[in-house]
Nanobody, 130 residues
Framework: EVQLVESGGGLVQAGGSLRLACTASGFTANDYAIAWFRQAPGKEREGVAA????????YYTDTVKGRFTISIDAAKNTVFLHINSLKPEDTAVYYCATEWRLPGSPLTAATMNPEFYGSWGQGTRVTVSS
């Protein structure tokens, strides 16, 4: 079973930047999708970005394109989420999740469905003050 640990959350002023990290262990399949989700108080969990562990291809939800960047350090089994120009509405608990996938298959909007993922981290809280 893959285990995930998020870090990097905190209190940030609007307009600032943050880098979240998700460190994984226990990979066994040839490829995995690793995604970031967020859940704001009173709202459903929302997928924001995903990356393929094998080839680094990415997918972003339209609402975060241009401000969020997902990247991977495969040697360290760590996925990063860089968030720029933070807004109060980015306040949420951010989770990373992973599931095996067919190598070379595209990342699509379906990748942002939380039901696709079987392994989840505990989350890291991001609070953006105005």
């Amino acid at each position: 079973e893959v285990q995930l640990v998020e870090s990097g959350g905190g209190l940030v002023q609007a307009g600032g930047s943050l880098r979240l990290a998700c460190t994984a262990s226990g990979f066994t399949a040839n490829d995995y999708a690793i995604a970031w989700f967020r859940q704001a108080p009173g709202k459903e969990r929302e997928g924001v970005a995903a990356i393929s562990r094998s080839d680094g291809r990415t997918y972003y939800t339209d609402t975060v394109k241009g401000r969020f960047t997902i990247s991977i350090d495969a040697a360290k089994n760590t996925v990063f989420l860089h968030i720029n120009s933070l807004k109060p509405e980015d306040t949420a608990v951010y989770y990373c999740a992973t599931e095996w996938r067919l190598p070379g298959s595209p990342l699509t909007a379906a990748t942002m469905n939380p039901e696709f993922y079987g392994s989840w981290g505990q989350g890291t809280r991001v609070t953006v003050s105005s």
